[in-house]
């Protein structure tokens, strides 16, 4: 599976984005589609997760109810919605995907990802 991320751009702190990352070559089918994100110097953090056939999520505790994940069928797509960011959101954002056959379970190492798209920046302003 190919996955390509969008999405991504210069906002100012306080503000709302929403990424996208489309599937081709194949569905997601019984996958499970992560969020990662890597700012300067830093390690690639998880940021949420979601088990696309049975809709199980999982988020890291520093978006938890800012940032939404969500899927739609019809266009083979996950998408994050990110509301009040803030400068520690920044970074490159990347989606992920992996065969998960425990629903609940949703990996949060980005090792255990085997398919990744090429990541959009994010930039948020003070």
């Known amino acids: 599976v190919q996955l390509q991320a969008s999405g991504g751009g210069l906002v100012q702190a306080g503000d709302s984005l929403r990424l996208a990352c489309v599937a081709s070559?194949?569905?997601?089918?019984?996958?499970?589609v992560g969020w990662f994100r890597q700012a300067p110097g830093k390690e690639r953090e998880f940021v949420a997760a979601?088990?696309?056939?049975?809709?199980?999520?999982h988020y890291a505790d520093s978006v938890k109810g800012r940032f939404t994940i969500d899927r739609e069928g019809a266009k083979d797509t996950v998408y994050l919605q990110m509301n009040s960011v803030n400068v520690e959101d920044t970074g490159v954002y990347y989606c992920a995907a992996d065969p998960a056959p425990n629903p609940r379970y949703l990996s949060t190492v980005h090792l255990r990802y085997r398919y990744w798209g090429q990541g959009t920046q994010v930039t948020v302003s003070s």
């Open positions: 070559g194949r569905t997601f089918g019984n996958f499970a």
């Open positions: 979601i088990h696309w056939r049975h809709g199980n999520i």
